[in-house]
Structure formats: C-alpha cells, structure tokens
T-cell receptor, first 116, second 112 residues
Framework: EPEVTQTPSHQVTQMGQEVILRCVPI?????FYWYRQILGQKVEFLVS????????KSEIFDDQFSVERPDGSNFTLKIRSTKLEDSAMYFC??????????????FGSGTRLTVV | GESVGLHLPTLSVQEGDNSIINCAYS??????FIWYKQESGKGPQFIID?????DKRQGQRVTVLLNKTVKHLSLQIAATQPGDSAVYFC???????????FGTGTRLQVTL
C-alpha cells in the first residue's frame, strides 16, 4: 500500500538553528500538507501546497516557515530559526485531489522535532 | 470561530464490547468528515469518512454517524479488540478549503 515517507524520524536541534524536515508524498498525489502536533494536543494544520505554490496556510505558518518541492518527489518544510515552542511532531500528508476523496488524506509517521 | 471538539478524553471498554466515540463540530459549512486512529509514535491512520449528504456509512467493524442538525459525529466500533486501543480524532473540512481541522482526540482503552 502506498505510503507517505518522512525523514528523519527524530531531529534534535538547538534554538535558533535552521531545520529541514523531509517528506516523500504518494507518487500520484497532487496536494501536499504539513501538520504539527504538540505533545498531548490535537493535530494542527500548517500549510497546503499545490502546483508548486502554497494554497492555504494557518496563522502558525509565519515567516519562519517555508515549504518547497525541490524535485518531483520530495516535499520539505523549513524552519529558519527554531524556537523552543516549535518542538512538536510534524506530519506530512498528501491527497490526490482537493475536496473530499474517499480514503481521506494519507499521513506519514511524522518527524519528532525537539528544540533545546 | 470554527472548531471541532470531542466530549470524552478517555473511553475504557472491555474487549468484545462496542465502542462509541463522539465528536461535536461547530462549522456548519463543513461537508466532509474523517475519523483517524493514532497509535503512539505514529501518524494519523484513516479509518472511515463521510460526506455531509450522508448520515451513515459503514466499514469493516466501524460505522460513522453524522447528525448535521446538531453538528455531531460519532464513530462506532463493533466487537472492540485490544488492537483498537489508540487515540481517535475526528477531522472536518469545509468546501474548497484544503485544510483539515482536527478535534482534540479521545483515548480508547480496551481492557481484557
């Protein structure tokens, strides 16, 4: 069964450092997303990406965040200068279409980011 | 503002019993709903979804019920098994918006 792959599974970084989280969405999907989950809390939307541009973003996704699809397979989330409160589990997801689609959105297993 | 929330943070059921997990949403524009299961250290795993033009949808051992009048969604799991132990989230989406809004989650504990 196709899956969304995320690397690394765990990243520890010092406050103020830049981090790049990587994702390989399902190959025939057209929409890509990043979500985050602070420990013990609900999953929060960050950004959606389609046709090489951001289609929607939340208020969490400020100027410190950026996304990129550098090639035909990878989708990355960059945090330019990490803060302690950026510590969370970051999930990448993809979907074949916008709007409802049976099967929902497929999520990766996540990258646990720890900012120290 | 729009929100999706869950009534029960923890639900404990005996193996073999049926489980019912509830979710309330406030965005009347929501037209697509998904239930996800999340096991420790893993990403949300799709269970079942439903569109707003339906009020019930069944899968294997799971049923989702949607009551648009009171903006309520429920997930029923038949013959709950130990492997069903996880946190369950409802999520909703409205129209052409791309984002999913998740509820706060309910932890299902299956006892033997």
């Amino acid at each position: 069964e196709p899956e969304v792959t995320q690397t690394p599974s765990h990243q520890v970084t010092q406050m103020g450092q830049e981090v790049i989280l990587r994702c390989v969405p399902i190959s025939n999907h057209l929409y890509f997303y990043w979500y985050r989950q602070i420990l013990g809390q609900k999953v929060e939307f960050l950004v959606s990406f389609y046709n090489n541009e951001i289609s929607e973003k939340s208020e969490i996704f400020d100027d410190q965040f950026s996304v990129e699809r550098p090639d035909g397979s990878n989708f990355t989330l960059k945090i330019r200068s990490t803060k302690l409160e950026d510590s969370a589990m970051y999930f990448c997801a993809s979907s074949p279409f916008l709007g409802w689609t049976t099967g929902g959105y497929t999520f990766g297993s996540g990258t646990r980011l720890t900012v120290v | 503002g729009e929100s999706v929330g869950l009534h029960l943070p923890t639900l404990s059921v005996q193996e073999g019993d049926n489980s019912i997990i509830n979710c309330a949403y406030s965005n009347s524009a929501s037209d697509y709903f998904i239930w996800y299961k999340q096991e420790s250290g893993k990403g949300p795993q799709f269970i079942i979804d439903i569109r707003s033009n339906m009020d019930k949808r069944q899968g294997q051992r799971v049923t989702v019920l949607l009551n648009k009048t009171v903006k309520h969604l429920s997930l029923q799991i038949a013959a709950t098994q130990p492997g069903d132990s996880a946190v369950y989230f409802c999520a909703e989406k409205a129209g052409t918006a791309s984002k999913l809004t998740f509820g706060t989650g309910t932890r299902l504990q299956v006892t033997l």
